[in-house]
């Protein structure tokens, strides 16, 4: 079963996150896959607007509790209130398939069950806590979190947890890694996943603004004499340009967090490599997106790296990998593009 989640289900729901999975070495795939199939269904959940918030929040703490003990019966509630409300074919054929990824699940060996468990039950509590901050569907409701340390917390959440869990998996179960300092590397991996979630908080700010969640601070909006309701204008932007670019200084702190994180693997370990160094390589071409648009803040502007750049990054990170003076130049040459 779990073959067939990577080769089939996953390519469906994920493009860009398969690329990453399906260059790891075998020993960690299965628990990884499971993991993020777990979590893109738990997504799924929170965002089926056609359901009550209420509902909705019901549904994952139902989720959360299959991790301890199966009840297929809740399960079938799971499927039957929430797959016929998606329009995405493979988002549907996800949560159809939540009872195969259970058994997958509970065949993984006991420590690596954990670990998904400790994972999903993180980001799940950042997903129910995101549905009720913010209650509306639509700008008319529009809310944003008060804090950069409400924003950080979210961060972790539903992403910097991630990376724990990714260095305490691959820590498991590679020998080549036995020299690795875990205990610094979870700290790293928490960053790096949070510099990750930053970027898609601010590439997709203005489809989020219209779904009612500004996850910009209140504060520190305040500070630029904005308000959440501001935004929805896209001719704020200049006016927002100065907070845009101290979180961008925020985001670059935290990939390079990321790179000392995939700088440490060893070269041996060029898959791990790679499926570190390929998220922050297509997150910098993002970020500079978000600089050379002035219009990003208007809901019909797309800010999203062409495939055929992916590709690119992706060919020539297959030849700098081996080196880390190599790669790290790789990635020098995309942050001199984001300028300040």
Excluded at 95 to 110: I, K, V
């Amino acid at each position: 079963m779990t073959g067939e989640l990577i080769s089939t289900l996953l390519r469906r729901v994920s493009r860009s996150f398969y690329l990453s999975l399906a260059i790891l070495p075998r020993a960690v795939r299965p628990t990884i896959a499971l993991a993020y199939l777990f979590a893109r269904a738990a997504d799924t959940i929170a965002d089926t607007r056609l359901i009550e918030r209420s509902a909705r929040i019901e549904h994952l703490e139902t989720l959360r509790a299959q991790l301890d003990a199966a009840e297929a019966g809740r399960l079938e509630q799971i499927i039957r209130a929430v797959a016929g409300s998606q329009a995405m074919p493979a988002e549907r054929e996800l949560l159809e398939r939540l009872p195969g990824c259970f058994a997958a699940y509970r065949a993984l060996p006991a420590d690596d069950r954990e670990r998904v468990k400790r994972l999903l039950m993180t980001i799940i509590q950042g997903m129910t806590e995101d549905l009720r901050l913010f209650p509306g569907e639509d700008e008319d409701k529009l809310q944003a979190l008060e804090t950069r340390g409400d924003l950080d917390r979210y961060t972790y959440l539903v992403a910097g947890c991630a990376g724990e869990f990714w260095t305490d998996v691959h820590a498991a179960h590679r020998p080549r890694l036995r020299r690795w300092d875990v205990e610094e590397s979870r700290g790293l991996g928490i960053r790096f996943g949070q510099g990750l979630q930053l970027t898609n908080i601010l590439r997709d700010l203005p489809r989020d603004l219209r779904q009612g969640r500004c996850y910009l601070p209140r504060q520190d909006l305040k500070r630029v004499g904005l308000l959440p309701r501001d935004l929805l204008d896209p001719g704020a932007a200049p006016t927002l340009r100065p907070l845009l670019i101290e979180l961008l200084g925020v985001v670059l702190d935290r990939y390079e967090a990321g790179w000392q994180y995939t700088l440490s693997i060893p070269v041996a370990e060029f898959r791990m490599r790679l499926a570190c160094a390929w998220p922050l390589l297509i997150g910098l071409r993002t970020l500079a997106l978000l600089v050379e648009t002035p219009t990003w803040l208007d809901p019909a502007v797309t800010l999203k790296v062409p495939r055929a750049g992916v590709y690119g990054l992706i060919t020539r990170s297959l030849l700098t990998v081996w080196s880390n003076r190599a790669l790290a130049g790789q990635a020098r040459g995309l942050r001199a593009r984001i300028a300040l």
